[in-house]
Structures are given as structure tokens and as C-alpha cells.
T-cell receptor, first 110, second 113 residues
């Protein structure tokens, strides 16, 4: 079983729509959670950290559900520039190596 | 200028050849990492280094070796390249401050024929 699993998508949405997707992780000892964004053929970049209480950054909202071992990302009012692959990243407390999901691809159309 | 640079950006080589991928950073971070990315798979850790004297194997280190020449430089070598090492390779750095954010280089596309 993979440590971090994501629906690969693609999620094709019109501009202005809301899109949401989840990521599940297998290790209940996981401590830190992140969403990274990766544009086609480019390097991943940190989008946002995911906190236990949930957090927002503009149009992006991240949630953590420890009981069910998943995190989610919601994008409101989608823009064309939101088209990318979103990588779910999980780490344990004691070694700080990151475990990456394979990514969820979002395509926003005009 | 980019904080994390990788050379070469693209490379085509033949089976059995030795190849070195180089990574340099100006962020002053102690921690450096090498990953490979394959379609449909997440980034997988090859090697990591928490300082110049500390080198650790990741989950897929077989067929690879590394050298941490200085705080700012971390090189990845394929001693005898094989076709299934064709992938996109990323170098990353981090400076642990309680939250493990990693900063990635632009990647090296490697094709082994």
C-alpha cells in the first residue's frame, strides 16, 4: 500500500467553479501535511501547509481529518492559472523526510 | 538568480555510461535531497544529506551514489546508467525551522538509451 494516495484526476472545471479533492495517508504517526503545486515539467513548489484546525490561503482551503487519515484541498473561484498538478505531502515527526503522493491534476477551462 | 540550480537540465546518455547530475544552492540550507519523478508515481527519495558529513540512503538508492562537496553542493551519480533510470530528477533543499518546507531545483530530464 502506498504511503500517500491521491486520485490522479484530471479534474476539468470551468473558470469560477469550485473543485475539491482528497489525499489519504497510511501512517497514523504522520505529523505534518502539505500541499505542493507542480506545473507541467516544472519543479514542485509549496502551496500551503495543512493545520489540524484547517486553514485558508485566499481561494485555497486545506483540511485535515486525522481520524480518517486524509487531507483535502478546495479551490474556490477557479482561475486558468490554477491548472496544475497538486501534490499531497506527508511527513513523520522524527525524520522529516517527505512522502509524496503522485498528484491530482486540475485543468481549468475558459 | 535561482536559489537552487541543477546541471545539466537535459541529458541523453547510453546504457552503461557514467553520468553525474549536479546541484547547487544559495539558500544556505544544511539539508539537501535528490528525488526522481516518474509518470504516475510520486517523487521518490534517492539520497539525502543533513550536513556535509551526513549522507543517507533514501528509498531507491540502488544504482546511485552521491557526494556532498560543500554545504552548497550535492551531486548525484549514476555509475552505470540503465534505461529504467530514465526519469526527471530533482534536487531540493530545506532548513528545518519546525516545518519541513523543501525548495526544489528546476529538474534534470535524463534519458538513458
Amino acid at each position: 500500500r502506498k504511503e500517500v494516495e491521491q486520485d490522479p484526476g484530471p479534474f476539468n472545471v470551468p473558470e469560477g467553479a469550485t473543485v475539491a479533492f482528497n489525499c489519504t495517508y497510511s501512517n497514523s504517526a504522520s505529523q505534518s501535511f502539505f500541499w505542493y503545486r507542480q506545473d507541467c515539467r516544472k519543479e514542485p513548489k509549496l502551496l500551503m501547509s495543512v493545520y489540524s484546525s484547517g486553514n485558508e490561503d485566499g481561494r485555497f482551503t486545506a483540511q485535515l481529518n486525522r481520524a480518517s487519515q486524509y487531507i483535502s484541498l478546495l479551490i474556490r473561484d477557479s482561475k486558468l492559472s490554477d491548472s496544475a498538478t497538486y501534490l499531497c505531502v506527508v511527513t513523520l515527526l522524527d525524520d522529516y523526510k517527505l512522502s509524496f503522493g503522485a498528484g491530482t491534476t486540475v485543468t481549468v477551462r475558459a | 538568480d535561482a536559489d537552487v540550480t541543477q546541471t545539466p537540465r537535459n541529458r541523453i546518455t547510453k546504457t552503461g555510461k557514467r553520468i553525474m547530475l549536479e546541484c547547487s544552492q544559495t539558500k544556505g540550507h544544511d539539508r539537501m535531497y535528490w528525488y526522481r519523478q516518474d509518470p504516475g508515481l510520486g517523487l521518490r527519495l534517492i539520497y539525502y544529506s543533513f550536513d556535509v558529513k551526513d549522507i543517507n540512503k533514501g528509498e531507491i538508492s540502488d544504482g546511485y551514489s552521491v557526494s556532498r562537496q560543500a554545504q552548497a553542493k550535492f551531486s548525484l551519480s549514476l555509475e552505470s546508467a540503465i534505461p529504467n533510470q530514465t526519469a526527471l530528477y530533482f534536487c531540493a533543499t530545506s532548513d528545518f525551522t519546525g516545518e519541513e518546507t523543501q525548495y526544489f531545483g528546476p529538474g534534470t530530464r535524463l534519458l538513458v538509451l
